[in-house]
């Protein structure tokens, strides 16, 4: 059989019904923000849609952003995402090891328009020699795989802008996969960032099923996230956000406002200027989310995350020590009594050249 | 060019090319500019163009200095700036000829020794007091402004008559008797220091104890205030303005006096006297013992408005209209307190304010308040004699 | 730069710097100022100076008689936006909490809402001080452009802390960051423009005040 098989051909064969797969799309409309009258549009498109085949690929990472991913609830990752795409590399979930798997990811890119998703940044220090699989730098197997790719996913903040491998002092130059495109080392393709640290679950899989779905890159922002889960920051959908209003807020974590409940912001909370869905989706089956459970948010979501000062110090605060005060200090006494001896010296000048005014001198 | 009160007139930008001198040479940033040819340089052309604003329009009266908020002391700079105005070449006539005379004369007026005894036998032969002259070890040097040589000679008389009733001794100085300092108003320390140095000589050779300022600011600041830092020591003897005299011999009850004039007066405080001499109470305690229906002008004391002729604008003809737009302040203030007599400590006030009023068709008369008290003193027989 | 990377160079490099510049300018500015001395005076006091010069440094706070009349503007305007911006800077909490870090010292704050309104009112203040020395000619005529920038640099900080706090026109994270950039750059330029009288305004008042106290006038 050469055909690809459709994705509502792929779930008959599963003996997922039809019943459950119109369920799952409502479930992808309510988490891509439509109405649920779209479901069964996206029954549709998904019916008529091939599996596409996707290359998911780690590099500096911690694999914090698949565990992430393996807890997707709405749209669980085994039972649905498997079924929606054939994922045909991913190290960590991939049954094949060694060249074996090499080879299912070489296959995978002979057919174009493939999914790429990355997770981690990309070393580029001394010719990318600090991250590499089967001998081959992260570096150069991203510019291989991007070559015949439709799109590439940037899975977590650190394939989306660097984060922690970038952080200062940033010992490997790692960047994102966006910045070695606008630098021309990798190919140029479409990319959708889904940054956090790591992504909430339902997000990535919200994001995958928008691409199946309406096969098109989805509205993104400024730093190319999906504006359906990025638009509003976690201030702005915060349950805590009247309090900071009201000017009422934590001290400690254990004072009385913490026990009522208030604005954690002077707790180093980076809600304001975090743009993420934590607020509104939530985590662990839309239990909760930090702010929830009593700390402030680090901003995870934002490039430089890790750069912004303690996660303990408000936004107001600075971020790094002011280092150069003390030397500035002594550099202006320093200068400040150069200035005044040539100034002495300069009046001591005038003053013996001085010759004694007479009347004379006022005529001229 | 002659023009009224305008924006230019504005105290702080009288100070302009001094604030860039300033700059270019004492501070980092501005030697910088300088060395790179960022800064603009103060030139010949843009001195005499500043020449109105710094003589013209400023009578060193330090009202701005008092009401700047930021604290600056204005009239201290625009002081500091004549001197460089003064050397450059870029004084006004009328007050170069003012201090030409006083150092090759004696005094701003070319009044020389010979006129000044003129004046002492003229006095003698009216109140039949004796005028002593260089008489050593005499408590108070008595000195007079050219003004008071020339044109009221009743301070003169009323001196003879104070001091005779306070039963004091006093002499007048053949080498000093001008007070006055051109020097100071055209802004040259040099010139300055030669006119004090003439006082200072002549009190310690006559061994005085304390040298009388006469009814003029100028001369009381310059010698009181300026004097000892011209010559770069302190005195050896006290400076004190006729009024801080008088108040004194009122306090120690040796100034007696009787009778009251009637009409409504005011008194003009002379800004050298009052703003920048410190001598404000004493003529209020004197007025009082004299005057019944005193009044003070808005503005009183430290506050107070110039006549518009100090600082050298009275000896500067180019300054003329600015002075009497300038005077129009002090109509308003002498109108608004309704008295019919002005009276002030200032030979160069009450010259100024004369001629304003003359030009403005008012008719009250200037008095000084030294020979107002002289003419309220206790007659004694032996004064009579 | 994205806006958060934006924000973070603000909040690190950028205040390192311009706290660095500030200090380096007002010690320099200082000591340039007050090395050049004057010489003492050689003439008898009329009283010892006592305190006088601390009393002309609060006397000049005060309008002189006369002049809150001759111009309102200038003087109500005047003291509305010098307090209104000592109110914002350091009432308003996350200020304290800033000053707290650097010096330890901390103080209760006023609520927000009334930092708000005294935000408003300090710009409008600044605003009709601003037109009133464009409209009248005397004060035009002595308006140079360091007038005009020390005036844009002074309105900036307030302008974007309240648009910031109020999530006004641009998003909170870029106003914050533009905050903080605008309050950096009036750090840099003050000890180097007539700003500079935030530190020699006391010195100075205190001097004309001991000089004439010698005289014996209370300026």
């Known amino acids: 059989m050469n055909r690809r098989l459709t994705v509502a051909e792929q779930l008959a064969k599963q003996g997922v019904s039809r019943r459950a797969f119109l369920k799952f799309c409502a479930a992808a409309a309510s988490l891509m923000a439509l109405p649920p009258g779209m479901a069964p549009a996206i029954a549709e498109a998904l019916g008529k849609r091939t599996r596409p085949s996707v290359i998911w690929l780690s590099f500096q990472e911690c694999t914090g952003c698949t565990e992430s991913l393996t807890r997707s609830h709405t749209a669980t990752v085994e039972s649905l995402i498997f079924d929606m795409i054939s994922l045909d590399y991913h190290h960590t979930l991939m049954a094949a090891s060694g060249e074996a798997a090499e080879l299912a990811r070489k296959q995978a890119m002979e057919q174009a328009g493939y999914l790429v998703l990355v997770d981690g940044s990309i070393p580029t220090k001394d010719g990318g020699i600090y991250s590499a699989i089967a001998g081959v730098t992260n570096l150069q197997m991203l510019k291989e795989t991007l070559e015949n790719a439709a799109a590439v996913v940037s899975i977590g903040t650190c394939a989306a802008y660097g984060g922690i491998p970038k952080a200062d002092p940033n010992p490997t130059g790692a960047k994102s996969v966006q910045a070695l495109m606008d630098e021309g080392l990798v190919p140029r393709k479409p990319v959708i960032n889904v940054p956090g640290c790591p992504p909430i679950p339902t997000v990535i899989t919200g994001v995958l099923a928008h691409y199946l779905t309406f096969g098109e890159i989805p509205e993104l922002d400024n730093l190319g996230r999906p504006t359906m889960f990025f638009g509003d920051s976690i201030h702005d959908r915060c349950y805590r956000r009247p309090f900071y209003d009201q000017g009422k807020f934590a001290k400690t974590f254990d004072d009385e406002g913490a026990r009522k409940g208030w604005c954690l912001f002077e707790l180093g909370c980076k809600g304001p200027t975090t743009h993420n869905a934590c607020a509104t989706t939530k985590w662990n089956n839309g239990t909760s989310f930090p702010i929830e459970s009593g700390h402030g948010c680090i901003g995870c979501s934002e490039p430089d995350f890790w750069d912004a000062g303690s996660f303990y110090s408000a936004l107001s605060m600075p971020t790094t020590p002011l280092d150069l005060a003390a030397g500035a200090a002594v550099a202006g006494a320093a200068i400040g009594v150069g200035v005044a001896l040539a100034n002495r010296s300069k009046k001591g000048a005038a003053k013996s050249a001085h010759q004694s005014a007479g009347l004379a001198d006022l005529e001229k | ?385 | ?219």
């Open chain 3, 1 to 219: 730069m994205g806006e958060v990377e934006f924000l973070n160079w603000v909040r690190g490099s950028g205040l390192n710097i311009a706290i660095a510049v500030f200090l380096l300018g007002v010690i320099l500015r200082l000591i340039e100022i007050y090395s050049l001395g004057r010489k003492p005076d050689l003439s008898a006091p009329r009283h010892a100076a006592g305190a006088s010069g601390l009393h002309t440094v609060f006397r000049r706070s005060l309008p002189p008689p006369g002049m809150m009349k001759r111009s309102p503007v200038s003087y109500i305007g005047g003291y509305i936006f010098h307090i209104g911006l000592a109110v914002v800077v350091f009432l308003f909490a996350p200020h304290i909490k800033l000053i707290e870090n650097f010096f330890g010292l901390s103080w209760p704050g006023l609520p927000s809402q009334v930092v708000d309104l005294v935000a408003v009112i300090t710009l409008v203040a600044m605003v009709v001080v601003l037109v009133d020395r464009i409209t009248k000619p005397v004060k035009r005529f002595l308006s140079t452009f360091e007038d005009y920038f020390t005036w844009t640099v002074t309105f900036l900080p307030v302008l974007t802390g309240y648009l910031a706090v109020k999530h006004l026109l641009l998003p909170y994270t870029t106003m914050l960051a533009l905050h903080i950039l605008s309050v950096e750059i009036l750090l840099v330029v003050l000890p180097f423009t007539k700003l500079f009288h935030a530190f020699t305004v006391f010195g100075s008042r205190w001097f004309n005040g001991h000089l004439n106290a010698h005289k014996g006038v209370p300026v």
């Open chain 2, 1 to 385: 060019m002659r023009r009224g009160l305008s924006v230019l007139h504005r105290a702080i930008h009288k100070l302009e090319p001094l604030r860039r001198i300033y700059e270019q040479e004492y501070t980092l940033l501005g030697r910088l500019a300088k060395m790179v040819g960022l800064s603009k340089p103060v030139t010949d052309d843009e001195l005499e163009e500043w020449k109105e604003l710094v003589y013209n329009s400023c009578t060193l009266c330090a009202r701005c200095s008092l009401v700047c908020p930021v604290g600056n002391d204005i009239v201290y700079m625009v002081r500091k700036f004549r001197e460089g105005m003064a050397v450059s070449g870029h004084a006004p006539e009328g007050l170069i000829g003012a201090v030409t005379r006083t150092i090759e004369i004696g005094s701003p007026m070319g009044v020389r020794l010979p006129a000044v005894q003129a004046q002492m036998r003229h006095v003698q032969d009216e109140t039949g007091i004796e005028i002593p002259l260089d008489k050593e070890g005499a408590e108070y040097l008595v000195m007079l402004s050219s003004m008071e040589i020339m044109n009221f000679p009743e301070y003169l008389s009323a001196i003879a008559k104070i001091m005779k009733q306070a039963g004091k001794t006093w002499t007048l100085c053949s080498t000093a008797f001008e007070a006055t300092n051109a020097g100071i108003q055209i802004g040259v320390s040099d010139l300055a220091k030669v006119i004090v140095k003439r006082i200072v000589d002549g009190a310690e050779r006559l061994k005085v104890k304390t040298v009388i300022s006469p009814e003029c600011g100028h001369a009381y600041t310059a010698l009181r205030w300026d004097g000892a830092n011209l010559i770069g020591r302190p005195f050896t003897f006290k400076v004190l303005h006729i009024l801080e005299v008088l108040d004194e011999f009122r306090a120690q009850g040796l100034l007696k006096t009787e009778g009251f004039e009637t009409a409504k007066m005011t008194f003009h405080d002379p800004c050298q006297l009052v703003r920048r001499g410190g001598v404000i109470e004493q003529p209020r305690n004197l007025m009082k013992m004299v005057v019944k229906d005193f009044v003070e002008m808005e503005d009183p004391g430290k506050y107070n408005w110039c006549c518009g002729g100090g600082g050298g604008v009275s000896a500067n003809e180019e300054a003329e209209q600015l002075r009497l737009e300038a005077f129009k302040i002090k109509k308003r203030q002498l109108e608004n307190t309704g008295a019919k007599t002005l009276v002030t400590a200032c030979a160069n006030c009450r010259i100024t304010l004369e001629e304003g009023l003359e030009h403005n068709q008012m008719d009250i008369p200037v008095v000084g308040l030294t020979e107002m008290i002289a003419e309220h003193l206790v007659e004694t027989p032996s004064a009579k004699s």
